[in-house]
């Protein structure tokens, strides 16, 4: 069987709806021999999950999803194999936490002047999760009444740019490669097709970048093709990833796009 990995997925540690395990379990029933959980700015998933991995002949490596901006625009970080237990990596995921619990009031305050009267506990109770963000606010919001689905939520109230969208605090590229090279970890900028084209992308790249997500799970060939010649032309490596959320976002399934062993095994060196 041809080695395929899965480099870019998202559990219950941030806003997936599986389990790390779950995870685990799901990609030996879709085939693959490598997988990459990607948490938003957490990876709470490691070192524990290596082992369930290991235990039943899946190879992993460490991964995370950094959220940082350029120019007041978002942009995402993946980092792949760092030491899981570095102190510094570790406090910098907590700085997260503390930059979304400010932002996620902001947006509380905004929605309850729209008219929708969100509880700040039960947001939080709401999962295991330390890292709550806008899907988990969609999903209450939808609970309760306010929306009809989680897209209508993003649309009308969430969504970059709509009307209670709020950045809140930020971190830069520059610092978030650097905590990623510190604990030993490889960047490689996520989804590229969701930024502001292509200029803007190389923008991003200047920064100093192992690789780009070249191969995204709910694109076409044709739609992938101009990240592979822009790594190729840059010299960056290429990875590829789903992005599985789970059944709550309609994105690709675990597995729609992969890396071969070549790349896989680069990223665990
Ligand atoms: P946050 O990290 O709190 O800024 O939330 C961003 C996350 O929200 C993204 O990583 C996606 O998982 C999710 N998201 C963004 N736009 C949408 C959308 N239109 N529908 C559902 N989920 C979305
Ligand atoms: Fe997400
Ligand atoms: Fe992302
Ligand atoms: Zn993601």
Known sequence: MTFRADLHCHSTCSD??????????????KGLQGLSITDHD??????????YATQNGLKMVTGVEFSASLNGKSVHILGYGFDPQNKELKAFSG????????????????????????DENELYASASSRMIGRPHIALLMVKHGFVKD???????????????????????????????????????LAHPHLYDGKKFVKKILDKGFWGMECNYGSLTIPQNAPWHSLAAELGLHKTAGSDYHGPYKTNAELGASFVSEEVFTLLST
Do not use: W
């Open 42 to 51: 957490a990876f709470d998933a490691y070192p524990e999950v290596l082992n």
């Open 95 to 118: 700085r997260h936490r503390d930059r979304r619990i400010a932002r996620n009031r902001e947006l509380l305050e905004k929605l309850l002047k729209e008219g929708i009267p969100l």
């Open 150 to 188: 989680v897209r209508t939520a993003f649309k009308k109230y969430l969504g970059d740019g709509a009307k209670c969208y709020v950045p809140g605090p930020q971190f830069t590229i520059e610092e978030t490669l650097d905590h990623l090279r510190r604990a030993g970890g490889k960047p490689v």
């Open 16 to 29: 997936g709806s599986l389990t790390p395990n779950e995870l685990v379990d799901l990609a030996i029933k």
